[in-house]
């Protein structure tokens, strides 16, 4: 009796087998194309964070974030240190106009804000901020 029915039983292992390589070969393409997303999503991560390490060591941004302190008259300045990549600012008595300049040269720069804070008084604001690269 097996014998009778040896070549069907070839035929079904033969197809199993198939049916088998295709799927693992299927599986194999998934992980090669999730690989391949993964490791470009890497090279544009590691190529920005080249593009960034080149920005913010040029002596250009330097002179953008020291030039802060010159948009605004010295008595205005509480504090002003920019040292080892880091900027502590904090203007006080400030106008709208005099705000609006400030807000937009920082958000203008390639910079980390790690603290932006307004206060109103009366018709003047007070302006702190932190910011690192």
Same mark, same amino acid.
């Not at 330097?62 to 203007?91: C, D, E, M, W, Y």
């Not at 937009?104 to 307004?118: N, R, W, Y």
């Given at each position: 009796? =097996? ?19 295709? @799927?693992?070969?299927?599986?194999? /393409?998934? %992980? #090669?194309?999730?690989? @391949? ?6 090279? *544009? /991560? ?12 040029? %002596?250009? #941004?330097?002179? %953008? =974030?020291?030039?802060?302190? $010159? ?12 040292? %080892?990549?880091? @900027?502590? *600012? ?7 106009? /005099? #705000?609006?300049? =400030? ?5 203008? @720069?390639?910079?980390?804000?790690? /603290? ?5 008084? $009366? ?5 702190? +901020?932190? +910011?690192?690269?």
């Amino acid at each position: 009796m =097996i014998r009778k029915y040896q070549n069907e039983g070839i035929v079904l292992l033969a197809l199993l087998l198939l049916i088998g390589g295709f @799927l693992y070969q299927r599986g194999m /393409e998934r %992980k #090669l194309d999730t690989s @391949l997303e993964q490791s470009k999503t890497v090279a *544009a /991560e590691i190529a920005k964070a080249k593009t960034l390490r080149q920005v913010w060591s040029s %002596k250009r #941004l330097k002179q %953008k =974030i020291a030039s802060l302190r $010159g948009g605004v008259p010295s008595n205005k300045v509480k504090t002003f240190t920019f040292a %080892k990549n880091k @900027l502590n *600012a904090h203007f006080f008595q400030l106008t709208g106009k /005099e #705000l609006n300049n =400030i807000a937009t040269k920082i958000a203008s @720069l390639p910079v980390h804000i790690q /603290e932006f804070g307004v206060t109103r008084m $009366g018709s003047q604001y007070a302006l702190r +901020c932190l +910011c690192t690269w």
